[in-house]
């Protein structure tokens, strides 16, 4: 019922910026909220940041000050613009979205360089 396609990831310097795409199709209307999670070798999947419907973002510690989530209603794409990036950053990146369906994105790598 939702898709979620995500793009952006790759290769980046410490102190370098990288911006995540997520395009959701489907039943664009049963979704809630959109965000990120992102999960590191050997590591949990941890949150990163959502918005709501309503527009209200939320941030890990982690990556407070540093990422901006927001999003584009014309396009239903959700963007994480990662700044000031760090190698503690280096993490396999998913899109998901909450609401009548949890829909997982098939996630993207970002690699940070030291």
């Known amino acids: 019922q939702v898709q979620l396609v995500e793009s952006g990831g790759g290769l980046v310097q410490a102190g370098g910026s990288l911006r995540l795409s997520c395009a959701a199709s489907?039943?664009?209307?049963?979704?809630?909220?959109m965000g990120w999670h992102r999960q590191a070798p050997g590591k949990q999947r941890e949150l990163v940041a959502f918005i709501t419907r309503g527009g209200s973002t939320t941030y890990s510690d982690a990556v407070k000050g540093r990422f901006t989530i927001s999003r584009d209603d014309a396009k239903n794409t959700v963007y994480l613009q990662m700044n000031s990036l760090k190698p503690e950053d280096t993490a396999v990146y998913y899109c998901?979205?909450?609401?009548?369906?949890?829909?997982w994105g098939q996630g993207t790598q970002v690699t940070v360089s030291s």
């Open positions: 998901k979205t909450w609401g009548v369906l949890e829909v």
């Open positions: 489907g039943s664009i209307f049963s979704i809630n909220a």
